[in-house]
């Protein structure tokens, strides 16, 4: 019920503070949700995989997330430092089938919220919801520590409710994946991101640089 | 019909557990900066503009209101599952949030004392009848949806009469209001300690 009110106060709160108000909103609340869930450490890789397909990290409360474990990530001296990770349904896919049955359209300022976020952040929003949770992934990333090293989260593509799609092709060279690898991957998943080692010096960084 | 229905059940069920939980620390962050005078306008007005966002209803007797209200077709059913224990009586098995509120128990800890100021502050300035911040935008929304509906012509009326939290917090009406609620529900005082043992919400709509 809560899910479904919000969205009808979407186009309200974005006439009173304005999209990028909304975007500020929708921000704070993923940090503090991150925050929230407390820090976590895994030995390695395998048991953090683990850990994400048996549903005991804070990534799991988006759903069923895959580690694409046959995608691994490699630095420039061909050590693993990341896998790419895939969700099954968009988190907010049953609040908009919710919002169909009850209320009708979904409010136009839920487009607009992700336009000015497309524009003023980064190019990988479909709805005004993907600020929360893309927020809180990278958030989550920052608490958790694989063989101690700190994580970072990237967002690489994402697929709506009505089967639009977003690939940030920055950054997919950035991780030397070929976008129309992660396109196919998207008939399946409706979210994929790679969860990184912070600062691995990546193939694709190095190409840039030279 | 019935497919449709089972449709929006199903989705019902599937609720994603990021949304609820990141939607009450969207209402902390709200008490945060507004306190609870700020965060009980705000519920308000969520359950107000939510029940005004859906369309009127018009039924020609109360046995088709009723009828529709258990089969979750009326608005006032859309989030809640309904049975009616007398012609008045409506008994919601399953609290709307008690899913909201696992989750977040789950996975971040303790639900924030906030949720309880505020519905102190509700109980002392608009009516007394809620747990939790939850039971103020579940019962605020029942009355916003009564105002759409019409019964033979006359205006639905909607009335609390107890609800249980899913943290197990009991709030029953004040003992001065519960003869005369009683009265109107067609329940003694034994049929609503009865129906709360098993049960998170009775309320009347006349």
Same mark, same amino acid.
């Not at chain 1, 809180?136 to 970072?152: G, H």
């Not at chain 1, 967002?155 to 009505?162: E, N, T």
């Given at each position: 019920m809560l899910d479904v009110a919000l969205v009808s106060l979407i186009q309200d709160m974005s006439e009173?503070?304005?999209? /990028?108000?909304?975007?500020?909103?929708? /921000? #704070?609340?993923?940090?503090?949700?991150? &925050?929230? &869930?407390?820090?976590?450490?895994?030995?390695?890789?395998?048991?953090?995989? *683990?850990?994400?397909?048996?549903?005991?990290?804070?990534?799991?409360?988006?759903?069923?997330? %895959?580690?694409? %474990?046959?995608?691994?990530?490699?630095?420039?001296?061909?050590d693993v430092v990341g896998y790419i990770y895939a969700l099954k349904t968009c988190v907010f896919e049953p609040t908009m089938q919710r919002v169909r049955y009850s209320v009708g359209d979904v409010p136009q300022a839920d487009a607009a919220v992700a336009e000015e976020y497309n524009n003023s952040v980064k190019d990988t929003a479909i709805c005004n919801?993907?600020?929360?949770?893309?927020?809180?992934?990278?958030? *989550?990333?920052?608490?958790? %520590?694989?063989?101690?090293?700190?994580?970072?989260?990237?967002?690489?593509?994402?697929?709506?409710?009505?089967?639009?799609?977003?690939?940030? #092709?920055?950054?997919?060279?950035?991780?030397?994946?070929?976008?129309?690898? *992660?396109?196919?991957?998207? #008939?399946?998943?409706?979210?994929?991101?790679?969860?990184?080692?912070?600062?691995?010096?990546?193939?694709? /960084? /190095?190409?840039?640089?030279? | 019909m019935i497919e449709e229905r089972e449709i929006h059940k199903e989705y019902e069920i599937k609720e994603n557990p990021l949304v609820d939980v990141a939607a009450y620390l969207f209402l902390e962050d709200i008490a945060d900066k507004q306190g609870?005078?700020?965060?009980?306008?705000?519920?308000?007005?969520?359950?107000?503009?939510?029940?005004?966002?859906?369309p009127e209803e018009e039924y020609k007797t109360w046995e088709d209101f009723v009828e529709s209200l258990e089969k979750g077709e009326?608005?006032?059913?859309?989030?809640?599952?309904?049975?009616?224990?007398?012609?008045?009586?409506?008994?919601?098995?399953?609290?709307?949030?008690? #899913?909201?509120?696992?989750?977040? %128990?789950?996975?971040?800890?303790?639900?924030?004392?906030?949720?309880?100021e505020v519905a102190d502050y509700y109980n002392s300035t608009v009516k007394p009848g809620v747990n939790d911040t939850q039971c103020i935008i579940c019962q605020t929304f029942r009355a916003a949806a009564a105002e759409r509906i019409t019964v033979a012509k006359k205006r639905l009326k909607y009335a609390q009469l107890a609800a249980v939290a899913p943290d197990g917090s009991k709030k029953i009406a004040p003992d001065e209001w519960k003869p005369i609620l009683l009265e109107k529900a067609g329940v003694t005082n034994t049929d609503l300690n009865m129906v709360l043992r098993n049960n998170a919400c009775i309320w009347i709509l006349y």
């Open positions: 009173k503070a304005g999209v /990028e108000g909304t975007i500020q909103y929708w /921000e #704070r609340v993923g940090e503090s949700l991150a &925050m929230r &869930m407390g820090k976590e450490a895994y030995m390695g890789w395998p048991s953090f995989n *683990v850990a994400l397909r048996e549903g005991r990290t804070a990534y799991s409360i988006e759903g069923d997330v %895959t580690p694409l %474990t046959d995608l691994a990530v490699t630095d420039v001296d061909g919801f993907c600020v929360i949770h893309q927020k809180f992934r990278e958030e *989550v990333a920052k608490n958790i %520590t694989v063989a101690d090293q700190p994580l970072e989260c990237v967002q690489l593509a994402d697929r709506g409710f009505k089967g639009e799609t977003k690939i940030a #092709r920055d950054s997919l060279k950035r991780i030397g994946i070929n976008p129309e690898y *992660v396109r196919s991957l998207l #008939r399946n998943y409706a979210c994929v991101f790679a969860i990184l080692m912070k600062g691995a010096r990546l193939k694709g /960084e /190095e190409e840039v640089e030279e | 609870a005078a700020g965060m009980n306008n705000y519920l308000i007005s969520l359950a107000t503009s939510l029940a005004k966002s859906m009326s608005i006032i059913s859309t989030f809640e599952s309904v049975r009616a224990k007398t012609n008045h009586c409506m008994v919601t098995h399953k609290c709307p949030f008690e #899913r909201g509120w696992k989750e977040y %128990t789950k996975r971040i800890g303790d639900f924030a004392r906030v949720h309880k």
